[in-house]
């Protein structure tokens, strides 16, 4: 929900709620005002009344309004009032009245005196009420929405100019800068926040960055020399067992610290978002291509291959980070197949699905994509392959899950 249609709908609620409560009390304190002026103008009726009788001597009557008659042997009664419903036969209906009425002792007799005047109903008042307070309640909800709605967007314009800018922001755009000019201190304060936040990011990124092609440069060239040196050295014909051995195991040492070197540096390009090269990619040769590599290790185990990959499916990525994907997911399926096992790859424009036969992983399969993560401890596997493949599908947006379903390890990328 947008912050101006929460901040309208705030003020519709509160906007009603007051105008409810205002609503009851005005009809309550109408009700109160307008039967308090009837009681005192029918009171004065009563004494006009009295008045007449005792100065004329005439006794008026005017149904349903005045009505007075002489009564015996009455006491007198004090003041009495009520509402009351009296048929009007020209209206030809009942109509509420207000009434005060007395018994009198006017010039010797008694005199039974009623004053009355029609009495507003409270359906009526509540209605009148209703209408009136509506229809103010109504034009004041459309001006405040389309007032808040103007200043709000006024306001929140250089907001929204702000948000637009850091929707464009990149961390390998070295001259990105946020605008800090704003009518108001809080936006102004908010722009110089982010701009730094930005630049340091930036800045951040760029020393990252210098740092991964540095280490990949000077690691991996003293790798290179020391593994060339060793293989000079197990070259030596008077070379004694025992030596060789350990230059061997210095030299697969050396292999394994390459690989490894190479593949976290890999991890943290993909995190940083330094293959930005994209193109459209056909998988279906790709994928053809590099099972080939395979094929001497499929005839060592005596694997059974089985293909279903549809031709021509083209994806937009990075080359080289879809050559990554299908290496690792295919040397995964051929590495943890067992002997005479099978291997399935399908492939189509929706999802790549490859799996092996093997049993079931002795530990929760929701640590198979994490880093260094092994199910045999003594291989010489470096636990960074599905790590890998779980990073480049995440900066594809596309899903990466694993199954065990019919004695099969299925690794299913969709798309």
């Known amino acids: 929900m947008k912050l ?14 007051a105008f409810v409560v205002a609503g009851a009390v005005i009809y309550f ?39 007075v008659k002489e009564v015996q042997a009455q006491s007198e009664k004090p003041l009495e009032s009520l509402d009351t419903l009296i048929f009007d036969s020209t209206e030809k209906e009942n109509i509420l009245f207000r009434q005060i009425s007395t018994v009198k002792t006017v010039n010797g007799k008694k005199f039974y005196i009623a004053a009355r005047d029609t009495l507003l109903e409270k359906s009526d008042l509540l209605l009148t009420i209703i209408i009136i307070t509506g229809s103010v309640f109504i034009l004041l909800l459309i001006s405040l929405y389309f007032i808040n709605r103007k200043l709000s967007l006024k306001i929140w314009k250089p907001f929204y100019k702000t948000l637009d800018d850091l ?19 809080e936006f102004t304060e908010l722009n110089e926040t982010l701009d730094k936040l930005t630049q340091k990011v930036i800045t951040d990124y760029q020393s ?11 690691i991996q060239t003293p790798l290179a020399i020391i593994q060339s040196k060793l293989e000079t050295l197990l070259q030596y014909p008077d070379l004694k067992k025992d030596q060789a051995e350990l230059m061997n195991s210095a030299y697969v040492s050396t292999l394994r610290i390459s690989k490894l070197t190479q593949a976290l540096l890999l991890l943290t390009k993909i995190a940083n978002d330094q293959f930005p090269e994209k ?54 399926a051929a590495k943890h197949c067992n002997t005479g096992g099978t291997i399935n790859i399908v492939l189509d424009k929706n999802h790549l699905e490859i799996s092996n036969s093997g049993t079931p992983l002795p530990v929760p399969s929701s640590k198979i994509f994490e880093r260094f993560y092994k ?34 390890h299925n690794f299913i990328v969709v798309f």
Not at 47 to 61: K, L, Q, Y
Not at 167 to 185: A, I, N, T, V, Y
Not at 376 to 383: C, I, L, R
């Open 375 to 408: 199910i045999n401890k003594s291989s010489d596997s470096q636990g960074l392959g599905l790590s890998i493949v779980k990073e480049i599908c995440s900066l594809n947006k596309w899903q990466v899950k694993y199954e065990y379903e019919n004695g099969l």
């Open 279 to 332: 193109s459209m990619i056909n998988f279906s040769e790709l994928i053809e291509e590099k099972v080939k590599i395979f094929e001497d290790y499929v005839n060592e185990k005596s694997l059974i291959l089985k293909k279903e990959i549809r031709p021509e499916c083209f994806l937009e990525t990075n080359f080289f980070l879809a050559e990554s994907l299908i290496m690792n997911l295919i040397g995964n």
């Open 208 to 218: 990252l960055k210098r740092f991964t092609e540095d280490a990949s440069h000077e």
């Open 4 to 17: 101006l249609e929460k901040t309208n709908r705030t003020y519709f609620l509160v906007s009603g709620t």
């Open 167 to 185: 929707k464009e922001f990149s961390h390998d755009k070295p001259g990105f800068r946020l605008s800090s000019f704003s009518q108001l201190d």
């Open 29 to 67: 304190v109408l009700s109160f005002i307008f039967k308090d002026q009837l009681n005192e103008n029918l009171l004065s009726d009563i004494d006009s009344i009295t008045r007449t009788i005792e100065r004329n001597g005439i006794v008026p009557n005017y149904y349903p309004f005045i009505e």
